[in-house]
């Protein structure tokens, strides 16, 4: 069965500053994606990054970025600059290329962003 | 940019009463989702539908569920007598062949 850890419940982090939120992954498939998604108060599911496993580039969006270890299957989120505006619920999620590509989502990180 | 709509944003009913969850996914998508999360927790999956019918399911969706694409638009999810339990946020999500989902907004049912 695939499965998504994320280990750190709550974390907090200064305006700013940067911070690493964790994410661990468990599957037998060699193709797929993975997501950092933000969840606000509204509880909408913004897309923040993705990585496709064949890529051994680190993907980057602005302020956020990835460190994928497909070995290790690790896929951590790094928030630089960390502004006010981030502090919400972030979900990873593995997304399988086959069968019904259906979305394997983490237990969340609340991200707190202190001013 | 195209995007999956659900409506409504917030339901709130009646324990035993039947519901009707709507999405329009993005127009030339063909597989479509529905996902639960109950408050404080993760996201799940319950159900996936493809040429009309269900390629997949969670032991989540059991017989009070059902999915439905009525027209050639809508895809709806029907809770046929709600418990407390059911109350969470429901998503929808679409995708083409190949593609990664664009997942909806929401909707916020509540039971009572």
């Known amino acids: 069965a695939q499965t998504v850890t994320q280990s750190q419940p709550e974390m907090s982090v200064q305006e700013a500053e940067t911070v690493t939120l964790s994410c661990t992954y468990d599957t037998s498939e060699n193709n797929y994606y993975l997501f950092w998604y933000k969840q606000p108060p509204s509880r909408q599911m913004i897309l923040v990054i993705r990585?496709?496993?064949?890529?051994?580039q680190n993907a980057t969006e602005n302020r956020f970025s990835v460190n994928f270890q497909k070995a290790a299957k690790s896929f951590s989120l790094k928030i630089s600059d960390s502004q006010l505006g981030d502090t919400a619920m972030y979900f990873c999620?593995?997304?399988?290329?086959?069968?019904?590509?259906?979305?394997?989502f983490g237990t969340g990180t609340r991200l707190k962003v202190l001013a | 940019e195209p995007e999956v709509t659900q409506t409504p944003s917030h339901q709130v009913t009646q324990m035993g009463q039947e519901v009707i969850l709507r999405c329009v996914p993005i127009s030339n998508h063909l597989y479509f989702y529905w996902y639960r999360q109950i408050l404080g927790q993760k996201v799940e999956f319950l159900v996936s539908?493809?040429?009309?019918?269900?390629?997949?399911k969670s032991e989540i969706f059991d017989d009070q569920f059902s999915v439905e694409r009525p027209d050639g638009s809508n895809f709806t999810l029907k809770i046929r007598s709600t418990k407390l339990e059911d109350s969470a946020m429901y998503f929808c999500?679409?995708?083409?062949?190949?593609?990664?989902?664009?997942f909806g907004q929401g909707t916020r049912l509540t039971v009572v």
């Open positions: 990585q496709e496993a064949y890529k051994q």
């Open positions: 539908f493809y040429n009309n019918e269900i390629s997949e």
């Open positions: 999620a593995f997304m399988p290329t086959s069968g019904t590509y259906k979305y394997i």
């Open positions: 999500a679409s995708r083409v062949s190949g593609g990664l989902a664009f």
